[in-house]
């Protein structure tokens, strides 16, 4: 039996599912669960039905007995998964995904939301990105609840999306002509060029070898919000980099009922992984243009998202809007210049952040307006020299609807020229799986 007292660490549950890798496991998927509410099953079964051989599956268990999330996983899956426990008393996914990284049994790992879910292929897809290009973290096409809601992040140029759709596992007729190489190099990322701090979650494959040979740390203790930023951009910033634009999706849960992305809390508590992530020295060392690109995505994302959340005048009183402008003048230390690519309605909302005596009114207002997507505000920015930078409106958003079209225009033209195919299987597949609450 499991002891719940805090130890702060992992320990392997040798009376629970099977602790070696298989024969032929690639990767390790480690998956952090909390509560046996979510649908841990699925995710699993996502894992070990459409995804096995080459990844197997470690859960960890935080602050919870091991054996109660066992119970919520499939029989045919149950005794397939490596359980690891920690109880260390701290409401943040930060400690049992690193415990699980810490742990991984294969060369690639894998981290995961318990209510999310892979696509049948997604790993082969990802290590064949990996083999065709050389990169040591592959990042998955995101999609939101099935698998054609494509998130249009990053917004990469359009040579790295149609270079990964021909490199990766669907890339066979290339390699027969002898192209691969040239494509596998092309398919390679670049952090400013691609926009890659976009992707702030660590999903995907990541090389362990890779991680100890550049000394990247891991996600930041203790922090419930943001907890996963850091470690992926200084990857971003640091690894060969491939994104599989048009392969099998990673899908975002959307029916877990007690997240915590989106409570509102006091705003250095929500946004303290931001200055955290500027005073990091791998961040100091970055050059000015890699600077500027993480910031305008830090303010456009977390610090306007943020903003956006708190509709209301009652959430903003005196210190809030202090505090709130403090964040904004130590993001323009770290990286001065970067506001120059923001539309004329970023730049308004960014003014109103960092003015605590302007009525919270006119705060909320400015958010209202900058979401009013298309209009000339929302497209131009002050000055025209930077209206076709790449972070500027315009450009941003036509890579943004290239980045999501493009997937479905493949999957369509696969599904005109391929018949369709039958898998064969002895077990329900993973689609089929009901939500562990009503399993």
């Keep these: ?101 810490a742990q991984a049994r294969t060369p690639w790992v894998s981290i995961m939301g318990s209510d999310d879910q892979l696509c049948p292929g997604a790993v082969e897809s990802w290590l064949a990105l990996a083999r065709a290009t050389g990169a040591e973290l592959v990042i998955p096409r995101l999609a939101l609840g099935e698998p054609g809601a494509t998130v249009p992040t990053p917004a990469v140029r359009w040579t790295r999306l149609l270079a990964a759709a021909l490199s990766g596992s669907s890339g066979t007729a290339m390699r027969r002509l002898g192209r691969l190489d040239r494509l596998g190099r092309l398919a390679r990322t670049d952090l400013v060029a691609d926009r890659l701090s976009y992707r702030s979650a660590p999903l995907g494959l990541m090389s362990l070898q890779a991680l100890g040979r550049e000394g990247i740390g891991a996600l930041v203790p203790g922090l419930s919000v943001g907890e996963d930023v850091s470690f992926m951009t200084q990857m971003l910033s640091a690894l060969p980099t491939a994104y599989d634009a048009v392969g099998p999706a990673y899908l975002i849960g959307e029916d877990a009922q007690d997240r915590v992305t989106y ?134 958003m036509a890579a943004s609807v290239l980045t999501k079209a493009l997937p479905a225009l493949l999957a369509a033209v696969s599904s005109v020229s391929s018949p369709p195919t039958v898998r064969q299987t002895k077990e329900v597949p993973w689609s089929a799986m009901p939500p562990a609450s009503s399993a």
Excluded at 290 to 318: L, T
Excluded at 324 to 347: N, Q, W
Aim: aromatic share 4%; with cysteine.
């Design 1 to 101: 039996m499991s002891s719940a007292a805090p130890t702060g660490a992992p320990v392997h549950r040798a009376d629970l599912g099977s602790p070696q890798a298989p024969d032929g496991a690639l990767v390790d998927v480690v998956i952090a669960c909390h509560s046996p509410r979510r649908p841990l099953g699925r995710a699993v079964a996502s894992v070990l039905e459409g995804n096995a051989p080459a990844a197997c599956v470690t859960v960890v268990s935080h602050n919870l007995d091991a054996a109660e999330l066992a119970a919520v996983i499939g029989p045919a899956h149950r005794d397939r998964v490596r359980y690891l426990e920690l109880h260390d008393g701290i409401p943040s996914p930060a400690g049992p995904f690193n415990a699980g990284i």
């Design 263 to 396: 409570e509102i809390r006091p705003i250095d508590e929500q946004l303290a992984f931001l200055i955290d992530l500027v005073a990091q020295d791998w961040f100091a060392a970055l050059g000015p243009a890699q600077r500027r690109a993480v910031i305008v995505k830090m303010v456009r994302i977390h610090v306007f998202g943020a903003v956006h959340y708190r509709d209301r005048p009652e959430h903003w009183s005196r210190g809030e809007r202090r505090a709130l402008a403090a964040i904004i003048r130590a993001l323009h230390r770290a990286a001065p210049g970067y506001a120059r690519v923001l539309s004329v309605a970023e730049t308004d909302l960014l003014a109103a952040c960092l003015d605590p005596g302007a009525p919270a009114a006119e705060l909320i207002e400015a958010s209202r307006r900058r979401r009013r997507h298309g209009s000339l505000r929302t497209l131009v920015t002050p000055d025209p020299v930077w209206m076709l930078d790449r972070e500027a409106p315009l450009r941003f």
